[in-house]
């Protein structure tokens, strides 16, 4: 049993077919974490249908309407790089509504992952790069619109730059955005976020975690955000197609739980998703985004430390 709830819905599936997005992994992902006993059954939870209202804190009605009744233009299509269909749409419209009930998740129980979700390359009006709704903007904007959270931080660890992210807060002060990325790789823009930090083709687990946890402790610090938003990505792994950074899986785990070492630390709670992954064997990116559950488990196991003993 785990000391949180994971978020998924058997409509996740993308419908993509044969396609480099393995969008099997979702089901896939849910299988193994109930096999290997890392959750039991009473440990999942079940998104229910997205209002439209939630979607359009993040999106313009324009993008949301084209995406209820399929008519996206053929370059719409093309940025988004996944063929439409109806599916589609209701899956990432779940994502959304699964992202949304991880945070509130999170503010209960410190920690809740969403097994679908970090679709960070949608922008308010288009989507991209197999991104067609942004399901932790629109998360973030229903828990501030609840006035369950304030601010709000993103940590996008996914090879890719977080684009959409950037794009959508850009002038928005309650959300702070963080995106670590193999700056020589999708998306050709990167529009600014709080804190960019571009790796060089090839980085492995050491520089990786070196880069990244202590700007992760300086953020958290600086800006002192409600919740963290954590975008999980499995590809910067070195057997990936799409990336091209050398971390392990177990230096993506140690990547996991320093975040999260780092958040529980300070009290501030995290909702997970998945993002990308596109191992050559779907088994390590199955595996990958399992141990961020596992990273999840063991940090909340751990006690907090006693804030007002370090004088
Ligand atoms: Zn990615």
Redesign the pocket.
């Known amino acids: 049993m785990l000391p949180f709830k994971l978020v998924y819905h058997p409509r996740y599936d993308l419908n993509l077919g044969p396609h480099v997005f393995p969008s099997q992994k979702f089901r896939l992902l849910y299988e193994l974490v109930l096999q290997e006993g890392i959750a039991s059954p009473d440990d999942i939870v079940q998104p229910g249908s997205a209002a439209d209202e939630d979607l359009l804190r993040a999106h313009t009605p324009e993008w949301v309407g084209k995406l209820k009744t399929g008519t996206l233009t053929a370059s719409e299509i093309m940025k988004l790089e996944v063929p439409y269909s109806p599916e589609l749409a209701e899956a990432v419209w779940l994502a959304a509504v699964g992202t949304i009930l991880a945070g509130q998740r999170a503010l209960c129980d410190g920690f809740a992952s969403n097994l679908s979700g970090g679709f960070?390359?949608a922008y308010s009006n288009h989507g991209e790069?197999f991104c067609a709704i942004h399901d932790v903007a629109v998360a973030i904007r229903r828990l501030q619109a609840d006035g369950l959270i304030k601010k709000a931080i993103v940590v996008d660890t996914?090879?890719?730059h977080g684009n959409g992210t950037a794009h959508i807060f850009r002038d928005d002060e309650s959300v702070f955005t963080l995106s670590i990325h193999q700056e020589n790789n999708?998306p050709a823009h990167k529009p600014p976020s709080n804190l960019d930090l571009p790796l060089d083709d090839g980085v492995e687990d050491d520089e990786y975690l070196q880069v990244l946890l202590p700007a992760v402790e300086k953020s958290l610090d600086e800006f002192c955000p409600d919740i963290l938003f954590y975008v999980g990505?499995a590809?910067p792994f070195g057997q990936d197609q799409?990336?091209g950074l050398r971390l392990s899986k177990s230096g993506l785990k140690a990547r996991d739980k320093g975040v999260f070492q780092l958040a529980h630390g300070r009290n501030i709670p995290v909702a997970t998703t998945l993002?990308?992954?596109?191992a050559r064997r779907v088994e390590d990116t199955i595996r990958i985004h399992a141990n961020t559950i596992v990273a999840a488990q063991e940090v909340a196991n751990e006690s907090a430390p006693a804030r007002s003993a370090i004088k």
């Open positions: 960070h390359h790069g996914d090879v890719h999708y990505g590809d799409l990336g993002a990308g992954g596109y």
